[in-house]
C-alpha cells in the first residue's frame, strides 16, 4: 500500500495521503496535517493559532504542521520560533506528531523541541541535507520524509535515505506535481530492495508513529 505522508493536494494514487491543509478547511479530504508553515505567519497568527487548536482536535487532523523554522523566510525569526512552540505544545497535549519544515536552523530546531520538552514524533519533511545534519537528526530520533530530490543524481536526499536506516523514512509529493509511486520505486533503487519492501516497512513506521494501521484507516 502506497502513503504520502506529506501532499499538498489529493493526488488519489496512494491508499493513504496526508493532505496538508493552512487556513482553509476542505471537506472532502479524509486525513491531513495542519499549521503554520514559517512563510505564512503575519500579523493575524493570534488568530490562526487559534484556529489551528481548534482544528487540532478533530480526528481527521492526525498531525500538526507543516510548521518549523526558516532562515530564509522574511518573518521575524523569533516571531517563527514562538510560533513553532505553540505548535509544539499543541502537538504534545493531543499526542499527534508534527510535520516540520526547516532550514538552515535545524540547531534552533532541536533546542526549541528539547527546551520545550517534546514527547511526539518529529517528522522532517521534504529532506535534502547533508550526512552530517541527517546524523544530528538520526540521533535525536526524528524521522525524515523525502521527496523530489531523491530523484536527483547523488542528491543529499539520495545519500540520507541510505544512512538513517529503514525505520525512520517516509515518503512524500509535497506540493510538486509528481507520483508518490515513483518515489516509492526511486527509493527502493537506492536502497536496493524492490519497492514493495519500501510500501511495507512504511506501512510499518507509519503505525509506530500514527498509533494505527493504515489498512483499517482504509476499510473506515
Ligand atoms: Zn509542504
Not at 5 to 19: G, K, M, P, R, W
Not at 57 to 79: P, W
Not at 173 to 181: G, H, P, R, Y
Request: hydrophobic residues 40%; glycine residues 6%.
Amino acid at each position: 500500500m502506497f502513503i504520502n505522508i506529506h501532499t499538498h493536494s489529493q493526488i488519489f494514487d496512494a491508499h493513504l495521503e496526508l493532505v496538508n491543509l493552512f487556513l482553509e478547511r476542505n471537506d472532502r479530504v479524509k486525513y491531513y496535517s495542519y499549521g503554520l508553515h514559517p512563510w505564512h505567519i503575519d500579523g493575524n497568527y493570534k488568530d490562526d493559532l487559534e484556529h489551528l487548536r481548534e482544528i487540532a482536535h478533530e480526528k481527521g487532523c492526525l498531525a500538526i504542521g507543516e510548521c518549523g523554522l526558516d532562515k530564509v523566510s522574511k518573518v521575524d525569526f523569533e516571531l517563527q520560533e514562538k510560533v513553532f512552540v505553540e505548535h509544539v505544545k499543541i502537538a504534545n497535549r493531543l499526542k499527534k506528531p508534527l510535520i516540520i519544515h526547516c532550514v538552515k536552523a535545524f540547531n534552533e530546531l532541536i533546542n526549541c523541541l528539547n527546551h520545550n520538552n517534546n514527547q511526539v514524533p518529529v517528522i522532517i519533511h521534504g529532506f535534502n541535507n547533508n550526512d552530517n545534519i541527517a546524523r544530528v537528526l538520526n540521533n535525536e530520533g526524528y524521522y525524515f520524509s523525502f521527496g523530489k530530490d531523491l530523484l536527483g543524481y547523488e542528491s543529499n536526499a539520495a545519500k540520507a535515505i541510505k544512512t538513517i536506516g529503514r525505520k525512520r523514512f517516509f515518503l512524500e509529493t509535497d506540493d510538486k506535481d509528481l507520483s508518490i509511486k515513483y518515489v516509492y520505486l526511486k527509493a527502493g533503487e537506492l536502497l536496493g530492495v524492490n519497492d514493495e519492501i519500501v510500501q511495507l516497512q512504511i506501512e510499518e513506521n507509519f503505525k509506530s508513529v500514527f498509533n494505527f494501521a493504515p489498512k483499517m484507516a482504509n476499510q473506515k
